[in-house]
């Protein structure tokens, strides 16, 4: 007997009869039988629940197992797993039962997802990770997962608003990067697009009317556009669709966000799709450059505006040839030119794969290979890990090529020591540097697409704290930060000793005072500080005698007893370097922000729009994680920031930076002559603690120009640098330049 009442026993076995007409057609009927049990099982376990909506609780995984089946392709394990995807979470059936009843295969997926059920919170980091290893053990977990927030998203409507921010706001953040990430462009546009009305209705329901208001005149346009093309298509016996589609809104309004753009001037609002049925005989690539010429015989394309990803497809395994053409209304417009089955595979992503099989090389394998060699050695924490994720999540790409031909794909901004780490974990920790096209360049140096790189080594480097500043991928700032883990703590080790040793033979006691006094002499941060900086040989103890010979005073022996808890020998670390167990560290927004050049703590990072060196005026935005950005006060996108979420910004202040240099650039201009570079170099190789990273100059009817690229540590050093180079003979004007990219 259900508990349901009989309109609401009606609705069950109406969804239910729509995923078995899906099915059907696909699965024997000893699949059928499965399927069928899988629902009995679950629709008695949820029986009399119903979801916020009121609807009977069971409808949800029977919808999240029709998109799994029907969007996605997948088979009869994934289509019973998505079906009992929340018994384990909401009854009290456990993993144990459902490997009795429906098997091995079926009960590791439902018990992957029900780890990653629940509430995210602040956990989110947390959560990823754990979806990023349950993505190494089996993709499907990770697919059901993204249908099952398809689903909910889908039916957002029936919760209390504030829900619904929440939910679209981690959509947005996890699940939609995710689905981009895996090629479920379909899945991920339909996320992003419901998001976006949740969390912005107003601008989603301005931007339904802007779209719906020139729609008629966009199908004119489009008209007129491909009427041409079709007819050259045919002539030549080319088997075809040719469909149009619109930008999605979400990608619409970001870009009116981030390029301060009106609706009227987004210019590619429209792609036209050519999708063809290749000829079995002649290669697929070969057909679709044949109907580029076509197109491009009709229409003036762009220059630099072709983009091959057939003879080399994007990680997710995009394949696709796209050109932008000038339209005739004057107006560019992209034209997109595929097979079928690329674009079941740019819809669908790798889960077209399994449809088209015979497609050996997924790239996707190889993608997941790298995030489970990160998770396998990498001891970082969880947010840590997000961060570095997120670097590989949203990159694009550029493709290198070692000595012997082989591709490698990195993301586009990636160093020599990028590829070193690519390549083996050795090569990273002894790279000096490396040979690009014949010629020499440092670790620092940003490959460019088809670069072919050696990588040079040395037995006597090893890895550089300076290299976190450069890099681009995940796989190098894990290796690199293990690595430094490792010294540091070697560091420590060493020079806990030492410190401990000059202590006792100046015949001071050891306890937390001294260490207290030693600390503050030489301005450190913690006694940690003061171990590894003499442990690697940076701070000698030459003032202990004048040191430990002073009185303490009063004052401070007030401020010590407030912040001195407990633990004898040790000091209280400051509370901004208090790092619990716990994910989230609460800032403190009514204290300014403390910047440290601490390796294992950092929790902030430079943003790279206004590119803040140590000196300067800067400010934090908080983002996830309580992670904290830093910009440059009068920086455009801060200011923005500070506009629009205020809540979430702090304010910031240096300690002292030392160790640590940062890429700054400079232009210089005035009157040629010669020497006059030799002059530039000569100041900044004498002045002490800078590094040059590259120069270009340029002269012309006796002007010249120039850019500097330098490691400084600081705003003082550098106006030192600007003052002196202002001095040099013919130099009219020394320029801070923020935009690093040429
Ligand atoms: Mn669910």
């Known amino acids: 007997m259900s508990l349901f009442t009989k309109a609401e026993i009606r609705q069950i076995n109406d969804c239910y009869d729509d995923l078995k ?50 969007d996605l392709g997948l088979g009869a394990t994934s289509v019973i797993a998505s079906i009992l995807h929340d018994v384990v979470e909401d009854t009290d059936y456990t993993t144990e039962d459902i490997r009795n009843m429906f098997g091995e295969n079926v009960s590791r997926i439902v018990d ?78 339909e996320l992003e697009e419901l998001s976006f009305k949740f969390k912005h209705p107003e601008d989603y329901k301005h931007l339904l009317y802007q779209l719906h208001d020139q ?96 003879t080399m497809p994007r990680a997710n395994g995009y394949e696709s ?31 077209a794969h399994y449809k088209y099989k015979g497609i050996a090389e997924n790239e996707l394998d190889r993608w ?38 082989k591709t490698i794909k990195l993301p586009k901004s990636s160093t020599v020591i990028d590829v070193a780490y690519e390549i083996h974990t050795n090569l990273g920790n002894k790279c000096i540097g490396a040979k690009i096209n014949q010629k020499l360049v440092p670790p620092s140096h940003i490959l460019q697409n088809g670069d072919q790189v050696e990588i040079l080594t040395s037995e006597n480097q090893t890895p550089q704290q300076q290299w976190l500043s450069f890099i681009a991928t995940a796989k190098a700032r894990g290796k690199i930060k293990d690595a430094l883990r490792a010294e540091k703590h070697h560091h420590l ?17 050891l306890v937390a005072n001294t260490l207290k006094k030693i600390v503050d002499h030489y301005n450190l941060n913690n006694k940690e500080q003061l171990y590894s900086e003499v442990g690697m040989g940076i701070l000698k103890l030459d003032d202990l005698d004048k040191i430990l010979a002073r009185k ?67 400010i934090g935005y908080i983002s996830a994680g309580d992670h904290v950005i830093i910009h440059k006060k009068e920086c455009e996108k801060a200011e923005k920031l500070v506009g629009s979420q205020g809540n979430k910004i ?42 040059m990273r590259s120069v270009k100059f340029d002269t012309h009817d006796g002007l010249f120009e120039g850019d500097l690229f330098i490691y400084i540590h600081s705003t003082d050093d550098l106006n030192t640098l600007i003052h002196h180079l202002g001095k040099i003979k013919g130099i009219d004007k020394v320029i801070r330049v923020e935009n690093l990219n040429d």
Not at 143 to 153: E, S, V, Y
Not at 239 to 250: A, D
Not at 324 to 350: H, L
Not at 564 to 578: A, D, V, Y
């Open 321 to 351: 040839l796209h050109v932008t053409v000038m339209g005739p209304q004057g107006k560019w417009v992209e034209v997109q030119i595929r097979t079928e089955r690329m674009d079941q595979v740019a819809e669908y992503g790798f889960a």
């Open 552 to 618: 303490s005073t009063n004052k401070f022996i007030k401020y010590w007893n407030i912040t001195f808890k407990g633990k004898n020998s040790h000091l209280k670390e400051s509370e901004e370097e208090e790092k619990g167990e716990e994910p989230t560290r609460l800032l403190d927004k009514q204290k300014p922000f403390l910047l440290k050049e601490n390796a294992d703590d950092i929790t902030y990072s430079l943003a790279k729009c206004c590119h803040p060196i140590p000196g300067d005026d800067v």
């Open 21 to 70: 007409r899906e099915i059907s057609k696909r699965f024997d009927p000893e699949r059928m039988e499965k399927v069928d049990k899988a629902f009995v099982f679950a629709n008695a376990a949820h029986d009399g629940i119903r979801r916020k909506s009121g609807e009977p609780y069971i409808v949800h995984p029977i919808a999240v197992a029709t998109i799994v089946a029907h």
């Open 112 to 189: 992957g997802l029900t780890k990653l059920s629940g509430e995210m919170d602040s956990r989110q980091a947390l959560t990823l990770k754990k979806m990023l290893m349950t993505l190494s053990d089996d993709v499907r977990v990770i697919i059901i997962k993204l249908a099952d927030r398809l689903h909910n998203m889908r039916t957002l409507e029936s919760m209390p608003p504030l829900k619904q921010l929440k939910v679209s706001g981690e959509t947005l953040y996890l699940y939609a990067p995710l689905a981009h990430r895996l090629g479920l462009y379909a899945i991920k546009n």
């Open 368 to 405: 997941i290979e790298r995030i489970r060699d990160h998770l396998q050695n990498s001891e970082t924490d969880a947010f840590e890990f997000l961060d570095d994720f997120k670097l590989d999540l949203f990159a694009s790409e550029i493709v290198v090529f070692t000595p012997k031909g």
């Open 493 to 509: 080790e060493v020079g806990k000793e030492l410190v401990e040793k000059a202590i006792r033979d100046h015949r001071a006691p």
């Open 650 to 691: 702090i304010t910031a202040k240096w300690t002292k930076f030392k160790k640590l240099s940062y890429l700054t650039r400079l232009n210089l201009s005035g009157f040629d002559r010669t020497g006059i570079v030799s002059d530039v170099t000569n100041i900044i190789s004498k002045q002490h603690n800078i590094n």
């Open 215 to 310: 729609e008629e005149k966009r199908n004119y346009l489009v008209n007129e556009f491909i009427t041409p093309i079709r007819e050259r298509l045919a002539e030549e016996h080319i088997e075809c669709t040719v469909t149009h589609r619109l930008k999605s809104m979400y990608s619409i309004w970001t870009k009116m966000r981030t390029k301060g753009v009106t609706f009227d001037e987004i210019y590619d609002l429209l792609a036209i799709r050519i999708l063809l049925k290749p000829k079995t005989e002649i290669s697929e690539k070969r057909q679709c450059f044949e109907v580029l010429s076509i197109v491009t015989d009709i229409y003036q394309p762009k220059p630099d505006r072709i983009r091959d990803w057939i």
